[in-house]
């Protein structure tokens, strides 16, 4: 498939590219939502101090891996 030029010479990004950039917004997407999700339960049990940073930290990544994950996914089948 031919890569087509926009009108100012600027080409399309590869799929790799694609697939980079939807994983980099579901990670974003799902480091938000498992700061929101990750303090209320942490706060919810009772954790406070570094624990609950450490709580938090975990859920974030966690979350923003797997959203990342199916959204480079989607990425990747749109290619």
Known sequence: MPVSVG??????????????????MGFAV?????AMFGTFS???IGMRGRELMGGVGKTMMQSGGTFG???????????
């Not at 080409?11 to 994983?23: E, I, N, Y």
């Not at 799902?30 to 498992?34: E, F, I, P, S, T």
């Not at 994950?69 to 290619?79: E, L, N």
Request: glycine share 16%; net charge positive; with cysteine.
């Open 42 to 44: 942490c706060l919810r």
């Open 30 to 34: 799902g480091m938000a939502a498992g």
């Open 7 to 24: 009108p100012y010479g600027q080409t399309q990004p590869s799929c790799l590219d694609r697939v980079k950039m939807g994983f980099m």
């Open 69 to 79: 994950t199916f959204m480079a996914i989607g990425m990747g089948i749109r290619c």
